[in-house]
């Protein structure tokens, strides 16, 4: 029992030893580096060093990063906002890199006297990256003056419902700004027409406009000029109540490569194609509450508009014809496959991957994407209570290319196990002669006893269809049932069944 006393004693005591050996080691380092390491820290954590000695009371004041989180504070954004500038002003570093503050979700930050003394004491040190969030929910009157006026600025991302003013005297000067995020923007300031000519670097734009949190007045259309020579990834949502009161977006970036667009209302052009987009994501949806419940306006007005509006965009799709990967989602007031034989658009020689939504003129839309190999179409959300023959399938008078020679991978979601859905994967599998895998996923709907027999039967009827590729894997998955490969041997059926 001693030795195990004096072994135990022993070891203790070598731990002390090296920790003191490890305390002296991290003492040791200079004070450039030790600032560095506290730099990587939110503010607070950082600052809580100051009490381990004299050496470590005023090493956090010379950090370079900024970042705090009061998101889940019960302090109003008041108190916050005061907080944080005391905070600032202990600091002795003349360079900050970054600045990041998130808020409670519901800050009030309506008035420009609760925000500017902040903001005016972090640009006071040239900082580099403004990560500031105010909440979803939150009205947030952004100090412009302040803000647009940088010369150090890299990166900018303000996120609440945002109000942004900028005074008349006041012009926007953002000379390295390289990436640029507004979220949300109550209306579309007419200082946007000519920000980007104040931005040369900018590489990374994300705007969001929610036009419907506030009313607006019924001026002419608003007008955004998004011409940016070196931009290269573009995301625009928009969300609008009126369909009469369009938007009208330009976009000239030779360099873009991604895009990304939620918007049902806005007109949208390209003043030159973007010859070097390689991924896009286009939706169309908008809000279904938004709609005319699916079916036309009366008023012919109405009905010339929509046309314009969905003939337009056909032809701003038609310049994405450089396009690697495309994900387009539509509605049916907004669906550009029915109207692209109308339209003289290219060929999409390079589109290799689509995801979309809706069946409606798809296959007669494939001649325009003779390379694709991989392709994806979910109709949960679009059309999935109607009848197949309701969604417009129906066989083309030719077999696309892609179809028969390059397609490798589809994926269908929302079929109903109806005949004319099985019709479909006939079609499917007996033209696409190259297919390696074709995954549907089955949604009947009926009891849930009857829906292990109904997925079973499907299962049987597709895997008893005749394939044009003899390497082709086929995956069924259903609320009861899953199903893959060459899985009926004599008559049998050979699968997983998932009970909950």
């Known amino acids: ?117 902040c903001f005016r004491e972090v640009f006071r040190r040239n900082v580099d990256e403004i990560i500031f969030n105010a909440g979803f929910r939150s009205f947030f009157r952004v100090p412009a003056a302040c803000v647009f006026d940088s010369q150090t600025l890299v990166i900018l991302k303000l996120i609440g419902m945002l109000k942004i003013e900028l005074p008349k005297n006041v012009a926007i000067q953002l000379p390295n700004l390289k990436k640029l995020s507004l979220c949300y923007l109550l209306d579309v300031p007419l200082w946007l027409r000519t920000m980007f000519q104040s931005c040369p670097v900018l590489e990374d734009l994300h705007l969001s406009f929610d036009l419907i949190s506030l009313p607006q007045p019924q001026n002419e259309p608003s007008l955004v000029n998004i011409i940016s020579p070196n931009l290269k990834s573009l995301e625009l949502r928009m969300n609008s109540w009126s369909h009469l009161e369009r938007s009208k977006i330009s976009i000239d970036a030779p360099k873009l490569a991604n895009l990304r667009i939620r918007d049902y209302n806005s007109f949208y052009y390209f003043l030159q194609n973007p010859s070097l987009l390689v991924n896009a994501c286009i939706d169309l949806k908008g809000d279904s509450s938004l709609e005319f419940n699916g079916e036309e306006p009366e008023e012919e007005d109405s009905r010339e508009e929509e046309d314009n509006y969905v003939n337009q965009m056909c032809k701003f799709f038609g310049k994405m014809s450089s396009v690697g990967s495309l994900e387009l989602d539509v509605k049916n007031r907004t669906n550009i496959f029915t109207h692209l034989h ?129 390497n082709c894997e086929i995956v069924v998955s259903g609320r009861s049932v899953t199903a893959s490969g060459d899985v009926f041997k004599n008559e049998h059926l050979t699968c997983n069944v998932l009970l909950d």
């Open 1 to 117: 029992m001693d030795y195990i006393l004096n072994v135990n004693n022993n070891g203790r005591r070598q731990r002390r030893r090296l920790n003191n050996q490890e305390e002296d080691r991290f003492n040791s380092l200079p004070d450039v580096i030790l600032t560095e390491i506290l730099s990587s820290l939110p503010i607070n954590s950082a600052a809580t060093t100051s009490v381990l000695s004299r050496r470590w009371r005023h090493l956090w004041t010379r950090v370079t990063r900024f970042e705090i989180d009061f998101s889940s504070s019960t302090k109003t954004s008041r108190n916050i906002l005061s907080i944080v500038g005391d905070i600032l002003q202990q600091l002795t570093t003349p360079k900050l890199n970054t600045f990041h503050l998130a808020l409670p979700s519901e800050s009030n930050l309506d008035d420009p006297d609760a925000t500017e003394p």
């Open 342 to 470: 109308s339209v003289n658009i290219p060929i999409f020689h390079n589109l290799v991957r689509l995801k979309t939504n809706c069946l409606k003129d798809l296959l007669h839309s494939l001649q325009y994407f003779p390379n694709l190999e991989h392709f994806e179409v979910s109709l949960w959300l679009e059309d999935n209570d109607l009848p197949m023959e309701k969604r417009n399938w129906c066989t083309p008078d030719s077999v696309p290319d892609c179809l028969a020679n390059k397609l490798k991978t589809i994926q269908i979601g929302g079929l109903k196990g109806i005949g004319d859905d099985l019709k479909l994967v006939e079609y499917i599998l007996g033209n696409a002669m190259v297919l390696e895998k074709l995954c549907i996923e089955v949604r009947i709907k009926v009891e849930y006893e009857k829906a292990v027999w109904k997925e079973c039967m499907f299962c049987k009827s597709l895997f008893s269809l005749p394939k044009s590729s003899s």
